[in-house]
T-cell receptor, first 111, second 116 residues
Framework: DAKTTQPPSMDCAEGRAANLPCNHS???????VYWYRQIHSQGPQYIIH???NNETNEMASLIITEDRKSSTLILPHATLRDTAVYYC????????????FGGGTRVLVKP | NAGVMQNPRHLVRRRGQEARLRCSPM?????VYWYRQLPEEGLKFMVY????????ESGMPKERFSAEFPKEGPSILRIQQVVRGDSAAYFC??????????????FGEGSRLTVL
């Protein structure tokens, strides 16, 4: 699986948008970009994924650059409950492909 | 639709004892993954199983650890002769194998093993 690079930590003000960057310059054509988060002591939670088009769901938006070498996860209105470690992972969508977690970005939402 | 169920949530063992962790995947899911998270560290893949088959065990320690996913019943992660270094949170995830598959893995809340 392609390697990803994320900043180790970032702070965000409550109510503001949080923009989380991820670099994946070696991504392959069949690899999707997945985002998960882990709130303290809980199991990881799926957020969103995409291939090349921008995606939006009830939790977040995913913006993927045209060359697919980087992406940004946007939490539109961060709340205190969004404080977590956010993981950007690239891998094929096919069944049976495990997720390989890196260090992620530790996001602290401050009041 | 119940999520991934893991039990026990907390387990305390003395050195040399055995630990058994159970994982019931989501309904309709035939793929199970086990991950380990040591204190203050990231999630590390251990093993991936389908019903009655181990598909990828590249992350499993060579000794004392084993996993199974029988035709009936939950997946079991078994740790024999536990040592203090086995103290960690063990997470199970499941996914579909066919049909409307999005690549998403659904995680349980984990089993926290403490070895005294």
């Amino acid at each position: 699986d392609a390697k990803t690079t994320q900043p180790p930590s970032m702070d965000c003000a409550e109510g503001r948008a949080a923009n989380l960057p991820c670099n994946h310059s070696t991504i392959s054509g069949n690899e999707y970009v997945y985002w998960y988060r882990q709130i303290h002591s809980q199991g990881p939670q799926y957020i969103i994924h995409g291939l090349k088009n921008n995606e939006t769901n009830e939790m977040a938006s995913l913006i993927i650059t045209e060359d697919r070498k980087s992406s940004t996860l946007i939490l539109p209105h961060a709340t205190l409950r969004d404080t977590a470690v956010y993981y950007c992972i690239v891998r094929p969508q096919a069944a049976g492909n495990k997720l390989t977690f890196g260090g992620g970005t530790r996001v602290l939402v401050k009041p | 639709n119940a999520g991934v169920m893991q039990n026990p949530r907390h387990l305390v063992r003395r050195r040399g004892q055995e630990a058994r962790l159970r994982c019931s995947p989501m309904k309709g899911h035939s793929h199970v993954y086990w991950y380990r998270q040591l204190p203050e560290e990231g999630l590390k893949f251990m093993v991936y199983l389908q019903k009655e088959n181990i598909i990828d065990e590249s992350g499993m320690p060579k000794e004392r650890f084993s996993a199974e996913f029988p035709k009936e019943g939950p997946s079991i992660l078994r740790i024999q002769q536990v040592v203090r270094g086995d103290s960690a949170a063990y997470f199970c995830a499941s996914s579909r194998g066919t049909g409307e598959y999005t690549g998403e893995l659904f995680f349980g809340e984990g089993s926290r093993l403490t070895v005294l």
